[in-house]
């Protein structure tokens, strides 16, 4: 495939910035800048490549961590002087062991609508990859596949139960258990909410199709 950069806006000092965002829960992990150097380095290796402005030289992230980012997409704003790079991250964005660079509130005016099941998802990730002995997410992947699932059947029981007995507060609570233990079991078989999304979106085009012959 064609790689044609030719149209994007570098500044005088030829960098241009780059948003890095998770790709599944659409958290901003951080903003750093990139050369044509550092850019085709990123797309030839599907792992984000930088360029230090104080260092002067390129940069891999995760090189020395591990915590490296995949590259799942690459687009750019309508200026075509910066780019957003959608990442699946193999660890904390941050230095400091943060999931995100952007983890210091300046403002907030009122609550903060946040999507509640791509915060978890990212919290499950970070269990997942930095176990915190004690806490039950770190337990579940400890024990493994059997006991996961085990958790996920017994709260497929509990909602069929809540369900017979046409009670709304308990069904609720025991979907909202049984998304939990299904989100853990996506996270260990590396099943992600975009590929459930996906998968839905190929069966409803397929059933529009069906509907219009």
Known sequence: MEINI????????GLIPAIVQDVETKEVL??????????????????????????KELWNKGETSGNKQLIKRITFDCDADALLVQV?????????GNETCFHNSLYENGEVSRDVV??????????KNHPIEGTYTSYLFRVGIDKILKKVGEETSEVIIGAKNMDKEEVTSEIADLTYHTLV?????????????KELQARHIKKEGKQNE
């Open 6 to 13: 030719e149209n994007l806006l570098f500044n005088e000092d």
């Open 30 to 55: 951080t903003l750093a800048y990139m050369n044509e150097e550092s850019l085709m380095k990123s797309i030839q290796t599907n792992k984000t490549w930088f360029y230090s402005r104080k260092r």
């Open 88 to 96: 699946n991250p193999l660890g904390p964005a941050c230095h400091t």
């Open 118 to 127: 791509s915060t978890l998802v990212s919290k499950i990730k970070e269990r």
């Open 185 to 197: 079991l996506m996270e260990l078989l590396d099943v992600s909410v975009d590929d459930i999304k």
